[in-house]
């Protein structure tokens, strides 16, 4: 009864603060997140200092209380948090840095910043599409997916991380979260990842997390930050061991750049490309097996297709990726934002926040 009726009160705390935070804000054009400058120049644990000055702290920490209450197993607090303390003897760097930095600003425990960091790392539910025009030009769009889309559709951002006074990547991520799952690096590729269930997501996930693995989306950004085209992101991508299994959606720049790799936790276990010249201009991946049937429950794959084939190769651009995104149930309740991008045309990258009424 006492756990129940705090839980409670949490939620009607967390609806409070929302529905103030939404009536205190300014309405954002066109539904589109917050644009935000990170600087990889600072040092890693205050780096986001200047985006948290945007959005109101008691907001902040109730939503990552309600999310890692509603989506981390019990048993997992009680592996992480007694060792927060050497967290970041596992953890690499900029990671550590940064959410030791997002846990002090916010008044939460590092235990904590890292169990909201394994919660979005869990759920990711996603629609994902590279495809290739009939003048070789590359477009990559997703749907991301999640419980919790009222909390997580305030906190979505979209970050240029910017080094030297050059934006290095951009990325759409929710605040807190220091990894990502959709991005670009500009002139070079773009990367999104959508989850494979594995089994046993959690046991496996932290033993390979405490082995050193790297969170999925923390290695969306590390490729990101370090790969120098879409070859080498295709290999980082698929070799680098992870804590789960994994889509990850690359496009790049030239014709024929666009992969779908399907990850186990050591290694890949398909490599889809594009094949423009033997008709296959689009590659589309939810989060079941390319190889397999979409379970009927959950068919997202078949209207996307249906989709992309009505629109045509010649009229594949910006605005219809956008449509096909938006038809349902690719666009679902669970959606909290779309983003469409080209690595070849760095400043159309653009992200909207979806509402399904």
């Not at 790297?214 to 790969?227: E, F, I, M, Q």
Request: hydrophobic share 45%; proline share 7%.
């Amino acid at each position: 009864m006492g756990w129940a009726a705090s839980r409670g009160s949490r939620l009607w705390g967390l609806l409070g603060l929302l529905c103030g935070a939404v009536a205190a804000a300014p309405a954002p054009p066109a539904s589109t997140p917050l644009l935000c400058n990170v600087s990889l120049d600072s040092p890693a644990e205050e780096r986001w200092l200047p985006v948290l000055r945007h959005f109101d702290p008691a907001f902040l920490r109730a939503a990552v209380a309600w999310v890692i209450d509603e989506s981390v197993p019990k048993w997992v607090h009680e592996v992480i948090r007694p060792i927060a303390a050497e967290l970041e003897f596992f953890m690499p760097q900029p990671f550590a840095g940064e959410i030791l930095g997002l846990c002090k600003a916010l008044g939460i425990s590092l235990g904590d910043g890292v169990l909201l960091n394994f919660a979005y790392e869990s759920t990711a539910f996603c629609t994902s599409i590279v495809a290739q025009d009939d003048k070789g030009n590359i477009y990559h769009g997703r749907n991301l997916d999640y419980d919790f889309v009222d909390i997580l559709s305030k906190i979505t951002i979209d970050v240029q991380f910017i080094k030297s006074g050059q934006i290095a990547y951009r990325g759409t991520t929710f605040l807190g979260y220091v990894g990502l799952w959709t991005g670009q690096s500009p002139h070079k590729f773009t990367i999104s990842g959508d989850e494979r269930a594995g089994g046993r997501w959690w046991e496996n996930a932290i033993a390979a997390f405490l082995n050193r693995n790297y969170p999925v989306s923390w290695l969306v950004r590390d490729t990101l930050s370090k790969a120098e085209d879409f070859q080498s992101a295709v290999l980082r991508l698929a070799g680098t061991p992870i804590i789960a299994e994994v889509y990850y959606i690359v496009g790049g720049v030239s014709p024929k750049e666009g992969m779908v790799i399907t990850r186990n936790r050591r290694g890949p276990a398909d490599l889809w490309p594009l094949d423009p010249l033997g008709g296959a201009w689009f590659r589309v991946e939810t989060n079941y097996d390319h190889w397999t049937t979409p379970p009927p429950f959950d068919d997202r794959r078949t209207p996307a297709i249906k989709a992309l084939n009505a629109t045509g190769q010649q009229n594949i651009n910006f605005d219809t990726l956008f449509k096909v995104l938006s038809v349902k149930p690719v666009l679902n309740n669970n959606t909290v934002y779309t983003t469409v991008m080209s690595a070849a045309l760095p400043d159309k990258y653009q992200t909207w926040i979806r509402t399904v009424k």
